[in-house]
């Protein structure tokens, strides 16, 4: 089992920077790839980022490519989320989520381990 456990989340204004930290515990992390995914209210929740644990390759939602870099630190079993120039749009709740799928992928169903989420909240 993965125990995941997100932070950094907050409320920040257009244009603003927040950084998210996904903190593992009960296994390494460095046999998981690693995602975020986020929640608007009353919408579906949405792949958003995702790391490999082979190379280390990624993979953006296309609205958040340039502004978004997903990281991860296998020696502190934690991945990041460094998000800049956020929109409103970008508000949600952010999700951490590890898979031991050797394929990088987006379908959040082929993730086994979830956190509980982080609030961001972009204001205009």
């Known amino acids: 089992q993965v125990q995941l456990v997100e932070s950094g989340g907050g409320l920040v204004q257009v244009g603003g920077s927040l950084r998210l930290s996904c903190e593992a515990s009960?296994?390494?992390?460095?046999?998981?790839?690693m995602a975020w995914f986020r929640q608007a209210p009353g919408k579906e929740r949405e792949f958003v980022a995702a790391?490999?644990?082979?190379?280390?390759?990624?993979d953006y939602l296309d609205s958040v490519k340039g502004r978004f870099t997903i990281s991860r630190d296998n020696a502190k079993n934690t991945a990041y989320l460094q998000m800049s120039s956020l929109k409103p749009e970008d508000t949600a709740v952010y999700y951490c989520?590890?898979?031991?799928?050797?394929?990088?992928?987006?379908?959040?169903?082929?993730?086994?381990?979830w956190g509980q989420g982080t609030q961001v909240t972009v204001s205009s």
């Open positions: 009960g296994r390494i992390i460095s046999n998981y790839a």
């Open positions: 790391i490999g644990w082979v190379t280390a390759n990624t």
């Open positions: 989520a590890a898979t031991t799928s050797v394929v990088l992928t987006s379908s959040r169903y082929r993730y086994n381990f």
